[in-house]
């Protein structure tokens, strides 16, 4: 398992930005593959995005595409997500985690605290 902590999340009006960061314990973060998921009031957690170990390779729920940005810095044992044009259906605590398969996402079943997302109309 990849410990982590989840920050940046926010208040934030429709069309603004946010970026997330999730901070992961060293040693084994660049073993794995990361994703972004979150979860909104009355709703199941669902998968926003994910990235390869490399960085190379992204994915993301088609809700997101073109607005949202998955990036890692491996030197620092971080993963971060640009969101940008934020909508109010965004709104949802975010989760980071370690992956046990990239594509079609299966996220290994440890769940940080996250951070809370808040879009205003």
């Known amino acids: 398992q990849v410990q982590r902590v989840e920050s940046g999340g926010g208040l934030v009006q429709a069309g603004g930005s946010l970026r997330l960061s999730c901070a992961a314990s060293r040693r084994t973060f660049i073993r794995y593959d990361m994703g972004w998921f979150r979860q909104a009031p009355g709703k199941e957690r669902e998968f926003v995005g994910v990235i390869s170990r490399s960085g190379g390779t992204t994915y993301y729920t088609d809700s997101v595409k073109g607005r949202f940005t998955i990036s890692r810095d491996n030197a620092k044992d971080t993963v971060y997500l640009q969101m940008n044009s934020l909508k109010p259906e965004d709104t949802a605590v975010y989760y980071c985690?370690?992956?046990?398969?990239?594509?079609?996402?299966?996220?290994?079943?440890?769940w940080g605290q996250g951070t809370q997302v808040t879009v205003s109309s």
């Open positions: 985690t370690s992956l046990l398969r990239l594509w079609p996402p299966v996220a290994d079943d440890y």
